[in-house]
């Protein structure tokens, strides 16, 4: 067994937890805001980690795959907050309705909608 073989092993698992965690929250929490949260542990815990375990495990098969791999994660990285933002800002000007027991819209309090 190659040493990055242990490491990546145990990346995957975590991604298999930190992906069915996310599902658990996605079908568990109440409204679109709180939902978000279980869908950044999904992609960050579960697809990012996977993808560096992988990376490591085929490391030393092929560099230019642990090249691209790396390179895959950090788009995945950079953009799924944007692109998490941008839902919810569309949401909440959308007006979709929040959680009863949330006790703070700061965006409301100030007057934007948008």
Sequence with gaps: MIWLEIPGILLLLLGVFCANVGAIGLVRFPD?????????????GGAV???????????QLDGAFFAKA????????????????????????SKVPMWHKTFCDLL???GKNG
């Design 32 to 44: 679109v805001y709180v939902r978000s949260h279980a869908t950044t542990v999904s992609i960050i």
């Design 108 to 110: 409301k309090e100030e």
């Design 70 to 93: 790396v390179f895959v994660a950090l788009i995945i990285v950079f953009t799924s907050p944007t692109g998490t933002h941008a839902i919810l800002r569309a949401a909440h000007k």
């Design 49 to 59: 980690v996977s993808i560096i375990g992988v990376a490591l495990i085929s490391s």
